[in-house]
Structures are given as C-alpha cells and as structure tokens.
C-alpha cells in the first residue's frame, strides 16, 4: 500500500515554459510534505516544503500548493529551464520528525533547450 | 563544506559476505537516517537516529543492522549480504526535529551490488 504516489514517471516540457508535477498521499496523518531534486550519481537536495496549514507556499520559480480534501500536492515550476531536468521526489510525514518521511517513487523531468 | 560523506561509494559483494557503510556529518545534526533506493522508487527508510547511542527501525529494516557511537556518524551494517541488497544506499541528517520540521541532507550514494 503506497501511501505517496506520483503517478507520472516522466514529464517533457519546453523550455520557457510550465512544468507540473503531481502528488498523491492516502495517509490523513500526514502533515508536512516536501519536494525534493535529484541529479544523477548525486543525493537528493531539498527544494521547497509546505505544512498543513498552508495551501501555497513560493521559492522563487517554485510553488508548492497543497489540497489536503484531495489529499493532492503539485510543484510548480516557472519558466523551466533545462538545468532543471533532474528527478522531483515528493515526500510526506508527520509534523514533529521530517525526517521519518515516505518518498514517492519520483517523475523524471525534461527540459527541452 | 563536506557536509554528508558516505564511504564507500561503490561495493560489490559475493552473497553471505559482510560489510559496514560509514556515514559522517559535520553540521553537528542530531539525527541521521539510512535510506536505499531501488531503481525506479523512492527512497526507503531502513533505520535511524536521534542522537548519540540511539537507533530505531525504519520501514525496511531487516538484514540490517546500525550504530551510532559518535554523533557525528552513523554505520550501517550487512551480516549476511543477499542479492536482494543489491541497491543505492544514501545516508542523510537533519537539525533536531520539532518546529519547524528540518530538512533532509543527503549524502552522495554507496551503490551496493551483491552478487
């Protein structure tokens, strides 16, 4: 039972433009979720976060919003730019120990020059 | 700036055989985790810590065992290496927990291969 879910292994997009990724979660108890990036034979780094009080929170050219009645997280990410191709992780947990979080399986984005 | 250093980076081990991955910090963090990823997932928890001498089991955490000795490192061990280890094991701490939750810093990698 996947208690996070990203539902897309890939995205392609141009660069300039828009990239979406999605999240799903099942577990209520969840309360703080993060995004993370990946490189290639690299760790994963952390991008932005967001706590169940918010439904929006920006860095930049990324926005997390959270639905918690859909239980559904995306990343937003404007203009893309090809330095952002890399693995997006989503990852969920409790409030009170974010480092016990449960990863989605990751959307490998591609931005095209 | 080192940050996470995990040692080393890649093995290959017969099955049955053992072997020990050595995490290290230098940000002074209280907790630190190990995790493997299989290809095509996300990051698994296998065990973790929240200070000096303490360890508690993750989501996957048998065949392997931890210590953390020193704050500043936390080992994972394989008694018995099984194919079924074969994996990229990232190490990763974080500030103590509480408000706000801390992030994750991961080290780079240890790919595990076990033949």
């Known amino acids: 039972d996947q208690q996070v879910k990203q539902n897309s292994p890939s995205l392609s997009v141009q660069e300039g433009r828009i990239s979406i990724l999605n999240c799903d979660y099942t577990n209520s108890m969840f309360d703080y979720f993060l995004w993370y990036k990946k490189y290639p034979a690299e760790g994963p780094t952390f991008l932005i976060s967001?706590?169940?009080?918010?439904d929006k929170n920006e860095d930049g050219r990324f926005t997390v919003f959270l639905n918690k009645s859909a239980k559904h997280l995306s990343l937003h990410i404007v203009p893309s730019q090809p330095g952002d191709s890399a693995v997006y992780f989503c990852a969920a947990s409790g409030y009170t120990n974010a480092g016990k979080s449960t990863f989605g399986d990751g959307t490998t984005l591609t931005v095209k020059p | 700036n080192a940050g996470v250093t995990q040692t080393p980076k890649f093995r290959v081990l017969k099955t049955g055989q053992s072997m020990t991955l050595l995490c290290a910090q230098d940000m002074n963090h209280e907790y630190m985790y190990w995790y493997r990823q299989d290809p095509g997932m996300g990051l698994r928890l296998i065990h973790y810590s929240v200070g000096e001498g303490t360890t508690a089991k993750g989501e996957v955490p048998d065949g392997y065992n931890v210590s953390r000795l020193k704050k500043q490192n936390f080992l994972l061990g394989l008694e018995s290496a099984a194919p079924s280890q074969t994996s990229v094991y990232f190490c990763a701490s974080s500030p103590t927990s509480g408000t706000p939750p801390g992030e994750l810093f991961f080290g780079e990698g240890s790919r595990l291969t076990v033949l």
């Open positions: 967001i706590s169940s009080i918010k």
